[in-house]
């Protein structure tokens, strides 16, 4: 069958599935449409976690980001586990024992002060904001490249299925298409996966392949990537570039960040007991590890596969590959402008290399009469194209598209879900019409979500300049101001309402300006994003962990010198530290 | 301090020392072994892997999901000898 077609077949029968279970999963309250009633077994919350935390971002541009950055690429991987970790220990078990419905009524209610609730929404709504532009932008380029329709309408469909389900359904719609989302973007990227690895290695697990020789020669995959890229003036893959004390802090920063995202903490206010909010976590990232494990092989592999095409041989004394007998696929991402061939010495040959390495430039490239690099390589390619170069059949593309597009949706869903309730319970019910009753607000909250899904898909189609650095900003802000505010609130009777609210909005504004300095959002970057200006030598992708010490440390001192919080908020944290009457909490 | 109380900041001290033994674990494999200490036991391979390239990208991983269901086996147990379970 005509691949088009195929995928036609393919996308639209998933969407068939996630608008029938928005339907069968109506909510009929607004504990259902905040936290699906609180009636989420953990396993299944696990999966809708894993759909709900994994975006566009990580299905298609993590295994290409890992290829072309190699062993600095671990930040990510690290990074974006970790923080289940802390999740699970410091996080989860307290704020389903605490049992309402969303981060800033927590933040609101511990520092019993409306203050410290509005600055936690302002936080909510920016940082899933910025996340949620680049979602919906993901659900548009998945659209125009699958399905050969323009962006603006693969967007428009896009924001028609999430309305449907997120909408009617609320977090229990929601939660329950995640869960088929998972299923549908985990098969769709280890089958590629799978046979990438079987090919190149002969081991079926991408995870012991990236680990194995290479099928046919004597040296292991790992060391054959090291000596073909350095062969053509990269730096050796299993070795970083960067700073030690800025990966360590990008790591934490994104570790953090990721606790902190209110889309990903409000998924375990889902499920019935405290032990499932523990264990649930773990659910979470057993599923989400299946893709992490994964893409690391996928990179490494897709990037050798992708050399050994160009350069037959895979050593710089051969001849590399000529452009009038590129493969099939090469001129399919042609098209996309995905893959770029721009014959800068007019011999009719590929060379890829790095022309950026001035000591490879003069003494291997010159004397060859190579005059720069001939091929740009876009970093989605090493996942979109994965099944064809693997010579895979049309069915494994199709599916491809498939999983995109859910990765895209069910964070889109999930962000959405996050800003409506915030909107709906913490401003329009806890703060302008604290009179409204349970039929009110769920309208309320449904006309949120209309509404964002609105400013949303404007913000996909009109992408404001700095979506490209979403994820420094997004997890920065998280990790400074909503992380430590919630800690703090668990582990210490101490801090106050005078010191959480100093803490927060010392560490949003610093961390903000910061990246504002050297990304320039809004206005013209002030100084140049290299190490030389950067304090202690952070880059801002990992800014957030000095606003996260800032904001921890503002707090403390400012608690220390005002009055300690009443006696019934020192119960309120006795109460949230054990988990017995959790169950009860469910009444609400 | 009543008794009910007493056994309430006991649960919750074997809670805190469980929950930084986690953690001290968590920091190890991820800044020790995978930043840190990763170009020294790059020199060691397991399998095809650079031992710290396998830490960064593989072996942290895994440990953090051992630790979260670890956690979650070890705070259920402390739950029922504290008496502070679920019904």
């Known amino acids: 069958m005509e ?9 639209g029968f998933t969407f068939v599935v996630y608008i029938g279970i928005a339907v069968w999963s109506r909510a009929h309250s607004t504990g259902d449409f905040y936290v699906a009633g609180k009636g989420v077994h953990p396993v299944a919350n696990g999966m809708a976690t894993a759909a709900d935390w994994m975006s566009a971002a990580s299905f298609i541009s993590m295994a290409g980001l890992i290829a072309f950055l190699g062993y600095d690429g671990s930040v990510y991987l690290m990074g974006w586990t970790g923080g289940y970790v802390l999740l699970a220990l410091l996080l989860a078990p307290y704020l389903r024992k605490y049992g309402k419905f969303t981060v800033p009524a927590f933040i609101g209610d511990r520092y019993y002060s409306k203050t410290a609730r509005v600055v936690a929404v302002i936080c909510l709504i920016f940082i899933s904001f ?14 125009s490249r699958f399905l050969e329709v323009d962006i603006l309408t693969g967007l428009l469909v896009g924001m028609g299925v999430v309305f449907i389900y997120a909408v009617l359904g609320g977090m229990k719609g929601i939660t329950y298409t995640q869960v088929a989302q998972y299923c549908v973007l985990i098969f769709a990227y280890t089958v590629p996966a799978v046979f990438i690895s079987i090919q190149l290695t002969g081991n079926p697990l991408p995870q012991l392949g990236l680990g194995s020789g290479v099928e046919g020669g004597s040296m292991w995959l790992l060391e054959r990537l ?12 299993t070795d970083g570039s960067k700073a030690m004390i800025d990966v360590a ?21 889902t499920v019935p007991r405290v032990s499932d909010a523990r264990k649930s976590a773990g ?16 990179g490494a592999m897709a990037r050798l596969n992708l050399i050994e095409t160009i350069w037959p041989g895979a050593s710089t004394e051969a001849q590399p590959l ?4 590129r493969p099939e696929w090469f001129q399919t991402w042609e098209e ?29 490239a010159e004397p060859r009469g190579w005059e720069g690099n001939e091929l740009q390589v876009d970093r989605d390619i090493m996942v979109l194209a994965n099944p064809e170069i693997a010579k895979l059949p049309n069915w494994v593309i199709a599916l491809v598209a498939a999983g995109g597009i859910a990765a895209a949706l069910s964070t889109a869903a999930g962000l959405l879900l996050v800003i409506s309730s915030a909107v709906s319970h913490d401003l329009v019910k806890g703060m302008i019409a604290p009179n409204l009753g349970d039929k009110g607000e769920l309208l309320t909250g449904r006309i949120a979500a209309a509404v964002a899904i609105c400013i949303a898909g404007y913000l996909g189609y009109n992408p404001p300049g700095f979506v490209a650095q979403v994820v420094a900003f997004a997890f920065g802000l998280a990790a400074a101001s909503l992380f430590p505010a919630i800690i703090m609130g668990i582990f210490s009777t101490r801090i106050n309402r005078e010191g959480a609210v100093a803490g927060m909005l010392t560490g949003l504004i610093f961390t903000f300006g910061y990246i504002m300095y050297f990304k320039g959002i809004f206005i013209e970057p002030i100084a140049a994003n290299i190490p030389e200006n950067w304090l202690f030598g952070i880059s801002p992708e990992g800014i ?14 400012i608690s220390r010198f005002t009055a300690a919080p009443p006696v019934h908020i020192r119960e309120l944290i006795e109460d949230i530290r054990v988990p017995r009457g959790a169950a009860g909490a469910q009444a609400h | 301090m009543s008794k009910h109380q007493e056994s309430r900041d006991a649960y919750w001290k074997a809670n805190l020392r469980i929950m930084a033994g986690c953690l001290v674990v968590w920091f190890i494999v991820s800044f020790g072994f995978g930043i840190v200490l990763a170009q020294p036991l790059d020199n060691f391979q397991l399998f095809g892997y650079p031992l710290g390239f396998w830490f960064a990208q593989q072996g942290s991983i895994y440990t953090f999901l051992v630790l979260i269901f670890f956690y979650a086996w070890r705070m259920n147990k402390l739950d029922r000898e504290f008496d502070v379970h679920e019904e």
């Open chain 1, 283 to 298: 659910w979470a990232l057993l599923f989400i590890a299946l893709l992490y494990t994964t893409a690391p092989a996928v």
């Open chain 1, 130 to 143: 910025t996340y949620v532009a680049g979602q919906m932008r993901g659900v548009g380029i998945v659209f």
């Open chain 1, 3 to 11: 691949l088009q077609t195929l995928t036609y077949i393919v996308v």
């Open chain 1, 322 to 325: 000529a452009y009038d007998e």
């Open chain 1, 226 to 237: 090291d000596l073909v890229v350095q062969d053509l003036g990269f730096g050796a893959y």
């Open chain 1, 544 to 557: 957030g962990v000095v606003g996260m010490l800032l904001n921890f440390g503002v707090a403390f001192s």
């Open chain 1, 249 to 269: 802090c990008i790591t934490l920063a994104l570790m953090v960040g990721t606790a902190g995202l209110p889309h990903v903490i409000v998924r375990f206010f």
């Open chain 1, 336 to 364: 996309t402008g995905l893959l770029q061939f721009d014959d800068q010495n007019g011999d009719g040959l590929i060379q890829y290399y790095n022309d950026n390495n001035p000591e490879y430039v003069a003494n291997v």
